[in-house]
């Protein structure tokens, strides 16, 4: 998006010496936005900065908080009585207003009335996509539709029902499906007619499943339009858009590429944020996933990298004794997602143009499954902002999950045999996975039930969403999944790592004969190896309690943090809003619960 903006200025001072006599394009004022074609597109380019995510956000929000991994500390929002609205944040309302203003400029613009429409698509679309995420986080939220001045008494208004916002999100995205004029961008980083669709489908996912699920809390009663609208327009990308999944690397490595590519993979990748080392747009994804300091050590938990499939499409937890499998045989004959999202044995980096074995390092990971998936394999990536690799922010095989859920929530038994091929089936086969693939799951997997979605008793629900957590895992969708359906009491589950087999044994994760880890108690071995990682699991260390132990005490899964306590209550499905707006403006009136 940046790329855009910069490329439009140019374009706008390249006529300079022509046109010395005008108004500066500084000014901003009215003749300079409104007057042309030119001056529309870059006051609209602001709002991609302004509103989208940026180029460091997504693979750090789930990282940050969801159900997924352990971290080198509970976050605020999960320790009792820690967050309240005297923390909050994120009650920002300056991008809309920049919305307003241009959506009300338009309305006296005097260029052509096709370009008009089309900008005023995308105003709305971005003003949709504003209000969506303040939705998701407060619920009740002022709807503003003009741009208000620092006296207007709507500033200090009452919040707006929520279904009158969601409804007016929903106008505002119809609109921009219908009149917004860029149907391909082989760039993938500006809003095309298919990005509102697909938008359109998470907006109305989302609420529908939100409406569904805590109806009793919320009593807001229209699950059933959303999820309608939901499947039309994720059908609508799926049959017109000529999105496909990416399969160009094959099955070992398409999936991460996804990830890592500089440019952005045009195929499947919708809309993303575009790196560019000749503007400095570059992100810090390997120093954020390598780095013992400066991240917060994210790493994946045995609870759900135990969801992944084997290979023959079977759930991995149906081997007998799956429970007490070592790192090295545990990540074998699985979903080769796996193998493109954590560190697994056969995985290599760069150091100094050579090719090294890679396994799991302890100074970072904590459960012995560190994340890949948005790192570059060279290692001179891990020491600041340096990644040259783009972000997604939408891809098609969201759109296919998308569709597949909001179909079987619609009308549950309605998803069909060729529904699950085109859908989860062709996102399995993509992963390797040889069976399951054109027929409808006929049985809940009692893993799946036990720790994750006990209420769920439709098998086809139920594999969509395990295929939605692990296509999906670090893109930034988990805490709101969760929050969607009811579940975000998963959020203060345990947090464990691999299977040790025994204490005072040297480990080698990848299988290349040199050991990598070494797990003891109480006293390091004398003789140490410099290659070699030692932890000392003994219950407590240094008189304190050891926040990292043995389940078993001498053998077991490793565990994190046992000793923080992390709680959920309803009311957490909502932020509070921050106190100092409260006193800003009493007509607001707190969210429940944070009183």
């Known amino acids: 998006m940046k790329q855009i903006k910069i490329l439009c200025m140019a374009l706008l001072l390249g006529g300079c010496t022509k046109q010395l006599n005008q108004v500066p394009q500084s000014t901003a004022s009215q003749q300079a936005i409104f007057g042309s074609v030119q001056g529309l ?66 309305a006296t613009s005097p260029v052509d009335s096709a370009d008009k429409a089309n900008f005023m698509g995308l105003a709305r679309f971005f003003r949709a996509y ?38 007016s999100v929903v106008a505002d995205l119809q609109f921009a499906c219908g009149h917004l004029s860029l149907q391909t961008d082989p760039t993938s980083s500006q809003i095309t007619k298919w990005v509102a669709y697909g938008f359109l489908s998470r907006v109305c996912l989302f609420e529908g499943t939100f409406e569904k699920y805590l109806d009793t809390m919320y009593h807001l009663g229209n699950a059933q339009a959303y999820l309608q609208l939901a499947v039309t327009s994720a059908k609508a990308v799926m049959d017109s858009s000529g999105f496909a999944l990416y399969n160009g ?69 149906n081997i007998s004794g799956h429970d007490t499998l070592p790192f090295l045989k545990e990540t074998q004959n699985r ?20 090719t090294v074995p890679a396994p799991p390092v302890f100074s970072y990971t904590y459960t012995g499954y560190q994340p890949i998936k948005w790192c570059l394999d060279d290692e001179y990536y891990d020491n600041g902002a340096n990644n040259t690799n783009s ?15 909001a179909k079987e929530e619609l009308n549950p038994g309605s998803l069909t045999a060729t529904d699950w091929t085109n859908t989860v089936g062709a996102l399995r086969a993509r992963a390797g996975i040889t069976g399951g693939l054109t027929t409808l799951p006929t049985t809940v997997d009692p893993y799946m039930q036990a720790h994750y979605y006990s209420d769920i008793t439709d098998p086809v629900l139920m594999e969509i969403r395990r295929e939605r957590g692990i296509e999906l895992a670090l893109e930034g969708f988990r805490f709101y999944d969760l929050v969607r359906w009811g579940h975000a009491g998963l959020l203060t589950g345990g947090w464990n790592g691999f299977y040790v087999p025994a204490l005072n044994q040297p480990m080698d994760l990848n299988g290349d004969g040199i050991p990598d880890v070494y797990f003891y108690q109480g006293t390091p071995p004398s003789n140490q190896v410099s290659t070699i990682t ?18 078993n005490g001498t053998s077991g899964e490793l565990h994190w943090l046992d000793n923080v306590p992390r709680s959920w209550s309803s009311y957490q499905t909502l932020y509070p809003i921050p106190y100092s707006e409260l006193l800003l403006n009493p007509n607001l009136v707190q969210n429940p619960g944070w009183q």
């Not at 509103?51 to 997924?68: C, E, H, R, V």
């Not at 993979?265 to 300091?293: G, H, P, R």
């Not at 979903?335 to 050579?354: E, F, K, M, V, W």
């Open 249 to 317: 690397a094959g099955t070992a490595t398409s999936y991460r590429q996804l990830f890592i590519s500089n440019t952005p993979i045009a195929k499947e990748v919708m809309l993303a944020e575009v790196a560019s080392q000749s503007l400095a747009v570059l992100n810090d994804a390997n120093w954020f996933y390598t780095s013992s300091t400066y991240g917060n050590r994210f790493s994946f938990i045995r609870t759900f990298i135990n969801t992944y499939l084997n290979i023959d499409g079977t759930p991995f937890t």
């Open 391 to 405: 972000i997604c922010l939408m891809r098609y095989a969201e759109i296919l999950l998308n569709y597949a859920e």
């Open 335 to 354: 979903d080769l997602r796996l193998s493109q999202t954590i560190r697994t044995p056969g995985y290599t980096r760069t150091l100094n143009g050579a």
């Open 41 to 106: 597109q870059l006051y609209a380019n602001s709002f991609y900065d302004q509103t989208l995510p940026s180029m460091d956000n997504i693979y750090k929000t789930d990282a940050n908080m969801s159900d997924f991994g352990a971290t080198n500390s509970c976050p605020t929002y999960l320790q009792q009585g820690a967050y309240s609205s005297r923390n909050a944040t994120g009650w920002s309302w300056g991008p809309l207003r920049n919305i307003n203003y241009f959506i009300q400029g338009l």
């Open 130 to 167: 504003f209000y969506f995420g303040m939705v998701q986080r407060y619920g009740d939220v002022p709807w503003i539709n003009k741009p208000l001045d620092p006296s207007d008494s709507a500033l200090y208004g009452a919040r707006s029902p929520r279904n009158l916002v969601m409804d």
């Open 534 to 551: 030692y932890i000392n699991v003994a219950p407590t260390a240094n008189g304190v309690v050891n926040p990292q132990i043995l389940a």
